[in-house]
């Protein structure tokens, strides 16, 4: 990586506060958190607005928002993002067939069309060549009120500062996601952790 994790204890207290909320939740620290940590005013506001975002009272459905984070991090050659995103997407109950046919959704029949309205969008704000045509902007305005509709564009946002500053830093998968072949790297990024915390243990 660009950027390397600096010791636990030397991140400020209320940081390790994330640290801990995140090994609640998906078994470990992230090591996005721990790159984002080393501006820990930063990081703090980043992990308040991505728990806004992916609150239970939003009014996009949790699969989509999971299926918006996966395309957005395919796109930005985000491994990290694919793994983590793509573990959520199956936890969401979305099947394996469907999570593999994502990269290739258009091209696909398991999509909804509030699905394909959401991922036309979020290829049309990703791709910096691309536009967001006035097509997309009225199958968008059929299939979603405007509250939805800004909250979506904030996700998409987000998750291109996320998986972009990940890329760039070539953090590596961790492990989380069990589609097979999805993850570039992902059998090497496990073998490094375990032996990283075989080292640490």
């Known amino acids: 990586m660009l950027v390397r994790p600096k010791p636990l204890a030397a991140y400020p207290w209320f940081i390790r506060l994330f640290f801990w909320k995140q090994k609640r939740t998906y078994g470990k620290v992230l090591e996005p958190g721990l790159l984002w940590g080393r501006s820990p005013w930063v990081f703090a506001a980043l992990a308040l607005l991505y728990g806004a975002l992916n609150r239970r009272g939003s009014p996009l459905d949790p699969a989509l928002r999971s299926l918006v ?14 793994d ?18 994502l990269q290739h ?8 069309p509030a699905e394909r309205a959401a991922l036309d969008y979020a290829e049309a704000v990703t791709d910096t060549r691309g536009e967001v045509t006035a097509a997309i902007r009225t199958a968008l305005q059929e299939r979603f009120d405007e509250d939805a509709r800004a909250e979506l564009t904030g ?9 972009k500053f990940n890329a760039a830093l070539d953090v590596p998968p ?9 993850v570039p790297g992902q059998d090497a990024a496990r073998k490094t952790e375990a032996q990283r915390d075989a080292a640490e243990g």
């Open 174 to 182: 961790q492990g989380f996601c069990h589609v097979p072949q999805l």
């Open 155 to 163: 996700l998409i946002a987000f998750q291109n500062m996320s998986s």
């Open 105 to 112: 959704w258009r091209e696909s029949d398991l999509f909804t």
């Open 84 to 101: 983590v995103n793509a573990a959520t997407l199956e936890k969401r109950g979305v099947g394996e067939d469907k999570i593999l046919a």
């Open 69 to 82: 984070t996966v395309r957005i991090s395919q796109i930005n050659h985000c491994a990290f993002c694919v």
